[in-house]
């Protein structure tokens, strides 16, 4: 049987918790310029009033701080948080605030935000249909919702073989979609897909694992895996050697969608 919601949620917190300083410094998180192509996909208004969901450290949230009126990042966890009201201090925004939160039931009313959006984070939460549910309930009509996250291949097979080593590696990932399931998943949330766009990170596989303090039994058994796979070509994740060390592609998808005022009927 798989674990239930609140066993998973202790999970995030502690995964989080203990990855909260190397999450906050990776480069594919804080890189400033991934953050502002997903500001120019969802291009807000400068009124907007934004909110991120599973902030972390908080750098989108402060990327969409520089064009909103308002910001508020919500996450499950403290130790983040708190890294990212450091940084919103250090950049003296004003329009921005952090808070505690579960992304299941966002504590805010119904078209409250004009803009939602979500990083590298579908992957972690045990119901991503209810997240995303909830993220439509809170934007208003003609609103954007805006998604970025890894995605798998569309065979299952293939998809179920990646989404196994990055589950041994941190067992805060529950799964990554294929491309078409979150086209579907924003359908089912009454959202007008309006961007598709597709990128890679390339990690490091000894850095990688290092920065979730996989264990060693689990490191070895992902590290396998990936060995494996790059052999045998099973999961998409194109695995290759470069001076000696061992890569692999994540490959990434962001969407943009529109609430519709019928709710996609």
């Given at each position: 049987?798989?674990?239930?919601?609140t066993e998973h949620k202790d999970i995030v917190r502690r995964a989080f918790t203990e990855q909260a300083a190397a999450?906050?410094?990776?480069?594919?998180?804080?890189?400033?310029?991934?953050?502002?192509?997903?500001?120019?996909?969802?291009?807000?208004?400068?009124?907007?009033?934004?909110?991120?969901?599973?902030?972390?450290?908080?750098?989108?949230?402060?990327?969409?701080?520089?064009?909103?009126?308002?910001?508020?990042?919500?996450?499950?966890?403290?130790?983040?948080?708190?890294?990212?009201?450091?940084?919103?201090?250090?950049?003296?925004?004003?329009?921005?605030?952090?808070?505690?939160?579960?992304?299941?039931?966002?504590?805010?009313?119904?078209?409250?935000?004009?803009?939602?959006?979500?990083?590298?984070?579908?992957?972690?939460?045990?119901?991503?249909?209810?997240?995303?549910?909830?993220?439509?309930?809170?934007?208003?009509?003609?609103?954007?919702?805006?998604?970025?996250?890894?995605?798998?291949?569309?065979?299952p097979q293939r998809a179920a073989y990646q989404n196994r080593f990055e589950h041994l590696r941190d067992d805060s990932?529950?799964?990554?979609?294929?491309?078409?399931?979150?086209?579907?998943?924003?359908?089912?949330?009454?959202?007008?897909?309006?961007?598709?766009?597709?990128d890679e990170l390339v990690p490091e596989v000894e850095a990688w694992l290092a920065r979730a303090q996989t264990p060693?039994?689990?490191?070895?058994?992902?590290?396998?895996?990936?060995?494996?796979?790059?052999?045998?070509?099973?999961?998409?994740?194109?695995?290759?050697?470069?001076?000696?060390?061992?890569?692999?592609?994540?490959?990434?998808?962001?969407?943009?969608?529109?609430?519709?005022?019928?709710?996609?009927?």
């Amino acid at each position: 049987m798989g674990l239930g919601a609140t066993e998973h949620k202790d999970i995030v917190r502690r995964a989080f918790t203990e990855q909260a300083a190397a999450y906050a410094a990776t480069a594919s998180i804080a890189d400033p310029e991934r953050v502002a192509r997903l500001v120019r996909a969802v291009a807000p208004q400068p009124d907007a009033r934004a909110l991120e969901v599973a902030t972390g450290p908080g750098h989108v949230a402060l990327g969409f701080a520089t064009v909103c009126r308002e910001v508020i990042g919500l996450d499950l966890t403290e130790a983040p948080l708190e890294i990212a009201e450091r940084a919103r201090r250090e950049r003296g925004l004003d329009n921005v605030r952090f808070q505690l939160g579960d992304a299941e039931q966002l504590p805010f009313a119904e078209a409250e935000f004009d803009v939602v959006v979500c990083r590298f984070a579908f992957h972690h939460f045990a119901d991503p249909r209810r997240v995303l549910a909830d993220m439509a309930r809170v934007c208003c009509p003609n609103g954007k919702v805006a998604v970025e996250d890894l995605v798998v291949s569309e065979h299952p097979q293939r998809a179920a073989y990646q989404n196994r080593f990055e589950h041994l590696r941190d067992d805060s990932h529950t799964a990554a979609f294929a491309l078409s399931e979150l086209l579907g998943l924003f359908a089912a949330a009454g959202l007008e897909v309006e961007h598709v766009s597709t990128d890679e990170l390339v990690p490091e596989v000894e850095a990688w694992l290092a920065r979730a303090q996989t264990p060693p039994d689990r490191a070895a058994e992902s590290r396998a895996l990936i060995e494996r796979d790059e052999r045998d070509d099973l999961s998409g994740a194109r695995p290759f050697r470069q001076d000696g060390q061992l890569f692999f592609r994540q490959r990434t998808a962001t969407l943009v969608g529109r609430k519709l005022a019928s709710g996609g009927t």
